[in-house]
């Protein structure tokens, strides 16, 4: 699907980052890793290597303008080309009611969500132009309810879906299509940490916290993070490339709209 493009993904980490890096790696793609964590991003750079495809690891602090500079000239002096741009990278606010949360947490999580993804846009849309390539925003169901405690969290994550819907309109005559993955439930080591506290609390099991959730969703399981990616990959190829502005849900039909 992704035969000798380039793709950048940002925010890699052990689970959906990781999991979009190696799907992309594997339909055919050279892959640029974009994370704080230095020796992280060594490790999945070593797995894509495996596979016949080039990896390039930049450290790199996405809220920050020369570190993201650092990270588009990495690139175009590697590959010399983009193809793809997925903004991975995501903060999560503290779980607090909106009138109770600290407006700084709040800014935090804009600066991650919202402005580094603009940030990274705009220093790829160049390239991408070239090669009429695509973005792929990573969302979150959180846009589809207003439960308690996420309300900092849907700002961030609303914003997030009006920037790809405005710059789906604004790169389009350029060739570049900008679209949004919205995921619920990701099954992965960062939710399995959670139903653990969450089982701790309640005096179960995490078995019994993953069989209460599942049984609200549609296709009665939990997405595993190659699900999310495949999706994510299906909208940075041509098989997509009449698909633009689109938010799409992947939550084994935790939500309709």
Sequence with gaps: MLENKVIVVSGVGPGLGRAV???????????VLAARTESRLKEIAAE???????????PTDITDETSAAALAT????????V???VNNAFAVPPLTDLVDVDLTDVRAGFETNVYAALRLTRLFAPAL??????????????????KRLFGA?????AALLALAQSLATE?????IRVNTVAPGYIWADALREGFGHWAEQRGVTVQDIYDEIAATLDLGRLPEPDEIADV????LSDMARAITGHCLDANAGEYHH
């Design 21 to 31: 890096a190696l799907r992309a790696a594997r339909s055919g793609a050279d892959v």
């Design 232 to 235: 994510v990959l299906f909208l």
């Design 74 to 81: 990495a690139v175009s002096e590697t590959f010399g080309r």
């Design 171 to 175: 790169l389009g005559s350029q060739g």
């Design 153 to 157: 969290y849907k700002m961030s994550k």
């Design 129 to 146: 132009a070239d090669s009429r390539g695509s973005v792929v925003m990573i969302n979150s169901a959180v846009l589809r309810h207003s």
């Design 48 to 58: 894509i290597e495996k596979t016949g495809r080039r990896a390039l690891a930049v």
């Design 83 to 85: 193809d793809g741009l």
